[in-house]
Each structure stands twice: as structure tokens, then as C-alpha cells.
């Protein structure tokens, strides 16, 4: 059985093309991209030492060579983040016994209050796994309509994957796809990882797994919605992560002038309003 490293050492091998890196083509093969004995050269390991990581079989590899297949597999900043991060993991052993709990939903009293400093704009507070845990007016008037927020605990991976209408919502949805299936590798412990999979995977089916397991990381750019008023809307997110808590605030601001148009006729008289 392979493991989320493996499966991303694999994935990034398999999309990196031989000449990116300088490389001589060696013509057909079975499989595209670079070749293990390609690999294996440049991080300075065995092609059978670099099978068993793919593999699975091998889940304890040191620092030294965790940096020396980012180096050789030539990964950029964020990608080395995730292949280190997944070697930690890689081990197993915090996968805990029994059924894993729930994702923590409490917010602290400061975060409130930063919110309310925020009103009239358009924020929200989630955790790593995509509860939507408090939000702003603003942000409660641009998802009107949307069913997003209908649930007593809302959830946007599980809205991304399961609801039907997230699809025209989101303009670009196989981006938005792509987002949230690898934040999930985020989480704050595995346990709230499982607990999450466990209630969206067989819901979500076989299109959230290929691409939990795809380990794409995303782009971010801007979002396009196109919101239930008829208006197509283009907002910037700015990122502000609550690293103690395992949360972030999340500030959606337009792109455009017609998108700030378009917010300032759909805006009304906002609260803010908490998810319990």
C-alpha cells in the first residue's frame, strides 16, 4: 500500500518533463515524464531505495534525502513545504485508534472581534478541514441563495464536492476542486484528516479521492463566482492564518471595479453572525 509521499514523489515524476531539468530523452516509455534511475541519480540514492518510498515501503526517510529528491525532482518552495510535510506523516504512527473525533469549532472572543472590525466587507473563519465556523455580513449576503451556508454546520469541502449547484457557482470550479482536496493535507492532526474523509468520501465519491491523491497544488488565483443576482463577480483572497488555533480568516476583496459595483448593489445592512 503506497502513502500520500510516495504517491506525490511518483505524481511529480511522472508530470516533470526530462528536457525541464536538462535531461536526454530516452524515447518511448510507459509511463511519461522522468524515469526512476533519472531521479534516483540526481538526488544521489539506489533506484531500489526511491521504489520503496513510492511504494510505501520505505515511510522513514531522513531529512537529508527528503531535501535531496526535492532538489533532484526540482520543486519549488511551496512543493518542498508539502514533501516534507508528507514525509512527516509518512510514518503512520499519530493515526490514532477507533473513531477519530471532530475538528475543533470553538473561536476565540479577539477572532470575533476582528471579524466585526472587517463588517461591511466580505470574511469568513474556517478551519483546516473547511468548516465554516463565523463570517461576516458581507460575506453571508455574497453567498445568498448559493445554499452554502443552509447547513446547522456548514462545511465548504463538503459543499465543493457534494452539492450540485457549487459547480455553476464556482466559475472555475476544478481549481476550487483542487484547493480544498489539498488543504486537507493541511489539517491540524491526521485524526481531523480521517474524520473529514470518513464523512465526505463516500458522499463526494470517486472525483474527491483522484484528487486528494493528485496532490495538485493550487494556484489561487483570482475566484470567479457567478453568483445567483446574474452578476459575475472576481474577488482577491487574502490568506490571515490563526496558526494557534488551526483556523484562518479568510478576506475576499473585488478584482475589478465592476465586481465593487456589482457588491455594492447586492449589499444591505450586514451582522455578523457565528456558526455553533
Not at 65 to 92: F, Q
Not at 183 to 205: C, K, M, R, Y
Request: proline share 7%.
Amino acid at each position: 500500500m503506497g502513502t500520500p509521499l510516495g504517491d506525490f514523489i511518483r505524481a511529480k515524476r511522472d508530470s516533470t518533463q526530462p528536457d525541464v531539468l536538462g535531461l536526454p530523452d530516452h524515447g518511448r516509455r510507459r509511463s511519461p515524464g522522468l524515469r526512476r534511475s533519472d531521479v534516483a541519480a540526481r538526488a544521489g540514492v539506489s533506484v531500489e531505495y526511491l521504489t520503496r518510498i513510492e511504494q510505501g515501503r520505505d515511510r522513514n526517510p531522513s531529512p537529508a534525502v527528503v531535501n535531496a529528491l526535492a532538489d533532484a525532482l526540482s520543486l519549488d518552495p511551496s512543493e518542498r513545504n508539502h514533501l516534507r510535510y508528507l514525509a512527516e506523516i509518512a510514518g503512520g504512527a499519530c493515526s490514532p485508534p477507533g473513531r477519530a473525533a471532530a475538528p475543533r469549532r470553538d473561536i476565540r472572543p479577539s477572532v470575533l472581534e476582528t471579524l466585526r472590525l472587517l463588517e461591511p466587507g466580505i470574511a469568513v473563519v474556517t478551519n483546516r478541514v473547511g468548516d465554516i465556523l463565523a463570517h461576516t455580513g458581507g460575506y453571508e449576503l455574497l453567498m445568498s441563495g448559493t445554499g452554502l451556508l443552509d447547513a446547522d454546520q456548514p462545511n465548504l469541502t463538503r459543499y465543493v464536492f457534494v452539492d450540485p449547484g457549487a459547480r455553476t457557482f464556482f466559475a472555475d470550479w476544478d481549481a476550487v476542486a483542487d484547493e480544498q482536496a489539498f488543504d486537507l493535507w493541511h489539517a491540524p492532526s491526521i485524526q481531523n484528516f480521517e474524520w473529514l474523509t470518513a464523512e465526505l468520501a463516500p458522499v463526494a465519491g470517486p472525483d474527491f479521492t483522484q484528487r486528494l491523491n493528485r496532490h495538485v497544488l493550487p494556484q489561487r488565483g483570482v475566484l470567479r463566482l457567478n453568483h445567483p443576482s446574474g452578476h459575475e463577480l472576481r474577488l482577491q483572497r487574502e490568506t490571515l492564518e490563526l496558526s494557534s488555533d488551526d483556523q484562518q480568516i479568510v478576506v475576499f476583496l473585488a478584482a475589478d471595479e465592476a465586481t465593487a459595483q456589482c457588491i455594492e448593489q447586492l449589499r444591505r445592512p450586514t451582522h455578523l453572525r457565528a456558526v455553533q
